[in-house]
């Protein structure tokens, strides 16, 4: 895929995904909630971190993407699985070798779990910080769930496993949108 096709196909998915969830009813309720991440990031203009817009709304692959965007874009994350109804984000001190920093989002059975540090299931979602964007992207492709995708901006990588479904591909184009940065990536082969 060329250079210009690999920038553009991150917009496209988040142009498909916004189309997708689309309604012609006539603003009639839906009978199911949409389970889709839901912020004022996913509504607002492609930015940098500085919140300087990207030139023409395409992500910049090689921009950093700050804990902060992820972790506002999953304040509001909820799971059917009864072992994740409550999910918290803790660092990893051991994540990954030579991390700068590492985040992982554990999901718990309950508040008493939490208060007692016993998650039910580890790193659902991951979003680690490399020393360089060559590193991020291996540890992005070797830590692929399946055939999913991970973002990787810069010297950061997101890594979503399959528990999150469809909602991990709508939380990809949303951390996307808000951060004006990355790129999909595939496992290496």
Do not use: H
């Amino acid at each position: 895929m060329t250079s210009a096709l690999r920038r553009l196909a991150p917009a496209l998915l988040l142009l498909l995904a916004t189309t997708a969830c689309g309604s012609d009813d006539g603003g009639a309720k839906a009978a199911e909630p949409d389970p889709a991440p839901t912020s004022a990031a996913t509504s607002a203009p492609t930015s940098d971190v500085t919140g300087a817009p990207t030139s023409a709304g395409l992500a910049d692959p090689d921009a950093r993407l700050d804990f902060a965007v992820v972790e506002t874009a999953t304040a509001d994350l909820t799971s059917d699985n009864p072992s994740c109804a409550v999910v918290k984000w803790s660092p990893n001190e051991t994540g990954a070798p030579s991390q700068v920093d590492f985040r992982q989002l554990d999901c718990y059975g309950d508040q008493d779990a939490v208060d007692i540090g016993l998650p039910a299931l580890l790193q659902t979602i991951i979003w680690v910080e490399m020393p360089s964007a060559d590193e991020a992207r291996a540890y992005a492709q070797d830590n692929l769930y399946e055939d999913k995708q991970a973002l990787v901006a810069g010297p950061t990588a997101l890594v979503v496993n399959g528990l999150w479904g469809e909602r991990g591909t709508a939380l990809y184009a949303e951390v996307q949108a808000a951060c004006g940065c990355g790129e999909l990536v595939s496992a290496a082969s």
